[in-house]
């Protein structure tokens, strides 16, 4: 199992969401994020006065998949979630070492 | 009257004859045997207020023969008793005070008819205080005689047209002024009490005037009479010891009167000994008798004056007609009268918060009792309730408040019968959390939250940013409008926002809404999904996406309402629903295409597209062909039509037609409280910089303007001024002057920095300082100028200056926006050198010019 950790562009959550789906990856996790990696923000200026926008709002997408889905998954996350513009997001892989499902206390396996 | 006639045996001054000796000898019988019997009750003791009310009706009595007599003929005349007299304590030497009221304009038959019927009072020996007065005197009411207003308080009619007594009534004992009357009575107590050394323990007491004396028993009245009537069953004691204590202080004046022969209220110890003995006081020496006397007055002082110190305390604030502030809440003084003026019922929400309270339960009551009775149209029956209620739905505190308890009472929804058809309507969806009317009314309370000052300190910099948008707003509570409306389509089961748009322009023809309103709130709710699936589901980073929206919008102002309702209504939905992270997004979008607006429009051209604009201005103007309103449109910004009318297109392009390179074509015109001036022209050396030098010369402050250039080089520049020392509207060649002076400067003929200098030398034009003044030079907005953003404290001249430097580095001004928000400036240039966008070194040298001349500015200041 790994959880995939997918940072993308606010916009492009429902894409994201619609071909996580396809692949039949039925739990996830959504949040409102605000960070910046390569893109660092920018300069906006309002009014003739810049004001420095370094914190970019992002949408955070957690899923838990099996071994055999996630080469599947950060494909089709990328192509759901890309533009070609900077700011387009990541996806962040990580080992789960173990998974319980809270109302039964059964323990997952892949 | 300046010179009464003394005496009986001076005569009327009337033609005499028998039959009028006659009449005013029955007069002098009659009066004579009314003070009689007065006296005679005053021997006994008994000289109350019984036998002063009898005697105040015979003298009535007199006076209405006489009045009969005199004017009875007269259409629209009455007469009317005041103070004491009004309340029927006459004692034998108190002032008889009138009042004659005509109906219209006095002229000399009055004159003649008013002696007939002063003249025979005065022989009869009465102390008459009159006063004359036309209804009209009463247009506008003297707030600097409260005096008057008090004695008019106790007024009733004597003899005369009743019908205009009421009307005068309803004039003048309006609980408007009751507030002032009170707060005057209470004024003139304390001036009164002054000399008493403000203690009712007097040994010898002015029954009248002293503490605990006649007047303060009247004012107890007065001021329960003017908040709360119900006060005189609540007070320190049983309101039959005040009747008891009026009646006692009463027997005692009349005696003084009695035996001084005149108007005389001290009880002195001399006067102790007889008034003792005349109430027939036990005891077998002088000295004791007194001192069950003074025992008794003390006694009913101390409870006189202990009243006056309760309802002084506890009575409540008059804030408004038939309206008062109490601890609970504001409320009806007579709710009945209330009950059957529903038009008067807004009024109790908008006192409360003004006030700053509720409305109290009872009130709310009424009105939830007798709403059911009654059409939205009862509730706001004229143009001035109709302005009221958009007046009550500014965003301030208190107002989801009140909105709520007018919801709950019923009135909102009777009002509003499609916000009523929303109550409690649930309509289930994943995110919404309340019932629909209750999501409406939280989203106002959203803005009113933003609208409410902050201690300095606790305020964020995210709530200041929208607090700021809502500062901007001209008219916030057209935002609030379409917050109420904005999911009344939601009573039904279609789709919501085109039914919600359909059933407020139901709204705006009830509440007779001018176009401009009607458009901007029609604009919110039609769009009110609008900004929020923009700035959560859409790429913000493309232009193209800012683009369109911005185009949607159109202009700045709808801008900040629509981010400010957007704001509200996601807010609303639940606890959890608005977050940093949507506020941020909401932001930037906003600030993307308030950028977009100001900054971009130059890229955005008319073109053949927008033909169907050129045939609807067309077929609406006969001597206007399509071709040459398409010719004019061609080429100026799109923003043009998102910001005039088709009357206003029709009148550029006539001022527009046979232009040559030497003419102005100018039309000024009065629009709503300020001037609209449109100057049409082909493109010249600092035209715009004299445009606005000429209108600041003339003092005037630009609130807004336009200036755009079509590649045709024909100009049209229209600036939006107010004319705070009324030059055009009080002088009748000031147009022509003006017009005269502006093609003189144009032209070269005059210099307008001469004019202009005569004012800014002038202390009257000197303004405190607050905003530091900002200058951003963009080369990346638009693609084909350098646009200098300019944001600075208002001041006289100060886009005359500005553009005047612009145009002195060789720039040319080919499009500018003028806003004024408070007293700063927010002006935004498109220019060009040579044909194109400013080198780097052109643009720093003109921000180094700019600056400078700003600074300067702000130094002399």
């Known amino acids: 199992m790994k959880l995939l950790k997918c940072i993308v562009r606010p916009n492009k959550v429902d894409e994201v969401k619609d071909a996580l789906t396809k692949l039949s990856v039925s739990g996830m996790t959504v949040s409102e994020v605000r960070g910046h990696g390569k893109q660092k923000g920018h300069t906006a200026i309002y009014r003739g006065k810049e004001y420095n926008v370094s914190l970019l709002p992002k949408m955070e997408i957690e899923v838990v998949v099996p071994d055999r889905l996630v080469h599947d998954c950060i494909k089709v996350v990328m192509e759901a979630a890309r533009t070609g513009e900077i700011g387009d997001g990541r996806v962040f892989v990580m080992p789960v070492e173990e998974s319980y499902k809270i109302r039964t206390g059964e323990r997952e396996t892949d | 009257m300046s010179n009464p006639v003394p005496g009986p045996s001076t005569g009327s001054g009337q033609a005499d004859g028998e039959p009028h000796r006659d009449a005013a000898q029955s007069l002098r019988t009659r009066l004579a045997a009314a003070r009689d019997e007065l006296s005679a009750a005053t021997s006994r003791g008994q000289a109350g207020r019984d036998a002063l009310a009898r005697y105040a009706g015979a003298v009535d009595d007199l006076v209405a023969e006489l009045f009969t007599d005199a004017l009875g003929d007269t259409p629209q005349a009455v007469v009317l008793a005041l103070g004491g007299y009004g309340r029927r304590h006459l004692c034998l030497h108190s002032d008889v005070d009138l009042l004659v009221l005509f109906g219209g304009p006095l002229n000399s038959a009055h004159a003649g008819a008013l002696n007939e019927l002063l003249h025979p009072l005065w022989d009869l020996g009465l102390a008459v205080g009159h006063q004359v007065r036309e209804l009209d005197d009463f247009a506008r009411i003297e707030a600097d005689n409260p005096e008057f207003l008090l004695a008019l308080v ?223 149209h009862d509730f706001l029956p004229d143009p001035t309730r109709q302005a009221a209620w958009l007046e009550f739905l500014k965003p301030r505190p208190g107002l989801y408040a009140r909105l709520s308890q007018m919801h709950d009472s019923g009135l909102l929804g009777r009002i509003l019968p499609e916000f009523g058809a929303i109550t409690c309507r649930v309509v289930r969806d994943f995110y919404h959390k309340y019932t629909v009317d209750e999501h409406t009314l939280l989203a106002i309370r959203t803005l009113e939250r933003l609208a409410t000052p902050m201690l300095p300190g606790t305020s964020t910099r995210e709530r200041e940013r929208f607090a700021s948008l809502l500062q901007d707003l001209e008219r916030p509570e057209l935002l609030v409008l379409a917050l109420l409306l904005h999911d009344v389509g939601k009573s039904g089961d279609e789709e919501h926002v085109a039914e919600s748009v359909r059933l407020a322009r139901g709204v705006f023809d009830r509440l007779a809404m001018p176009a401009d309103a009607r458009e901007a709130v029609e604009f919110l709710i039609a769009n009110h999904l609008q900004m929020s699936t923009v700035a959560f589901r859409r790429d913000t980073e493309d232009p ?201 400067v144009v032209s070269g003929k005059v210099d307008v920095t001469v004019r202009l200098r005569r004012r800014e030398q002038s202390p009257v034009h000197l303004r405190p300082r607050r905003v530091i003044p900002v200058v951003h030079c963009d080369n990346h907005a638009s693609q084909r100028y350098t646009i200098v953003e300019i944001v600075a404290d208002d001041a006289l001249g100060l886009l005359y200056r500005i553009s005047r430097v612009m145009s002195q580095q060789g720039c040319d001004v080919d499009l500018v926006l003028i806003a004024t928000e408070g007293h700063k400036a927010i002006d935004v240039f498109h220019i060009t050198q040579a044909g194109a966008k400013l080198s780097p070194a052109a643009q720093d040298a003109l921000v180094a010019s700019l600056q400078r001349l700003l600074e300067e500015d702000h130094e002399v200041a």
């Not at chain 2, 408007?176 to 009490?193: C, N, P, S």
């Not at chain 2, 046979?658 to 001036?677: C, F, Q, R, T, Y």
Request: glycine share 6%; with cysteine.
């Open chain 2, 544 to 744: 193209e996406t800012v683009r369109r929206f911005a185009a949607v919008v159109g202009v700045e102002d709808r801008l900040k309402m629509l981010c400010l309702l957007t704001l509200a209504d996601v807010d609303a939905v639940s606890l959890e629903t608005l977050t940093p992270w949507k506020a941020e997004l909401l932001w930037r979008l906003y600030v993307d295409t308030y950028n977009q607006l100001t900054l971009g429009y130059a890229d955005e051209l008319i073109d053949q597209s927008q033909s169907e604009v050129a045939q609807a201005v067309g077929a609406r103007h006969a001597d206007l062909p399509a071709e040459e309103i398409s010719r004019f449109l061609e080429g100026l910004p799109r923003r043009y039509l998102q910001l005039f009318d088709q009357a206003a297109i029709a009148r550029h392009v006539r001022l527009a037609r046979d232009i040559h390179p030497d003419a102005l074509h100018v039309s000024l015109e009065p629009k709503g409280s300020a001037w609209e001036l449109t100057v049409v022209s082909l493109d010249k050396p600092f035209l715009f910089s004299n445009i606005s030098g000429v209108l600041s010369s003339f003092g005037m402050d630009i609130l807004r303007g336009h200036a755009m250039t079509s590649p045709h080089d024909l100009v049209l520049d229209v600036f939006q001024f107010t004319d705070r020392e009324r030059f055009l509207e009080l002088n009748p060649g000031a147009r022509d002057e003006f017009i005269a002076v502006l093609e003189n």
């Open chain 2, 154 to 376: 106790d007024a009733r009619p004597i003899a005369g047209d009743r019908d205009l007594f009421n009307r005068f009534m309803t004039r003048v004992q309006r609980a408007d002024l009751y507030a002032h009357v009170v707060a005057a009575l209470v004024a003139l107590t304390d001036e009164r009490h002054a000399p008493f050394n403000a203690t009712f323990y007097q040994l010898e007491p002015d029954v009248k005037e002293a503490p605990g004396g006649l007047r303060d028993l009247a004012a107890v009245r007065t001021i329960a009479r003017l908040t709360d009537p119900a006060l005189l069953r609540q007070g320190p004691s049983d309101s039959a010891r005040l009747d008891e204590a009026e009646d006692f202080l009463l027997r005692v004046r009349s005696i003084l009167h009695l035996d001084a022969r005149r108007n005389q209220n001290v009880l002195s110890h001399p006067m102790q000994e007889r008034v003792a003995a005349l109430l027939d006081y036990p005891g077998a020496l002088p000295q004791a008798r007194v001192e069950r006397l003074m025992g008794d007055y003390f006694r009913h002082a101390r409870g006189v004056a202990r009243w006056l110190e309760w309802i002084r305390r506890v009575a409540p604030v008059p804030v408004g007609p038939n309206l008062v502030k109490a601890g609970d809440g504001v409320r009806f003084v007579d709710a009945t009268v209330a009950a059957s003026q529903p038009e008067s019922w807004l009024s109790a929400f908008q006192a409360a918060v003004d006030a700053g309270a509720a409305v109290s339960d009872d009130t709310l009551a009424v009105i939830q009792q007798h709403a059911d009775r009654f059409g939205g």
